[in-house]
């Protein structure tokens, strides 16, 4: 059901918040490698899919990471720079109660 693949999605909205406040600087630099690969300098969700495991090592199964990818990446935002998803990942707690309805 919807109310279970959501319960889900925020699960793993604060597994990821949690392992990016010990990680931050990290993350940053991870974000900043998979942007200068891109020819717009910004990062979507094939970027993010990659660097949640292959990167930073969240060991998500397929439909987790898919799960969290569309929080950040709902079909009317494709893709984002860095000072974009940090906005979204220090407000994504209010952000995605308001996503879901």
Known sequence: SSRVLWTL???QLKLFKEK???RRLY???VFRILSDRSPDSLIG???FKSALND???MN???????LLTRMFFPNSRKRLSLPEFKVLLDSSSSW???YNQ
């Open 9 to 11: 999605a925020v699960t």
């Open 20 to 22: 990016m406040n010990t």
């Open 27 to 29: 993350f940053h630099d």
């Open 45 to 47: 969700e094939k970027e």
């Open 55 to 57: 990167n930073l090592q």
């Open 60 to 66: 998500f199964e397929d439909d987790e990471a898919m």
């Open 96 to 98: 995605a109660l308001s």
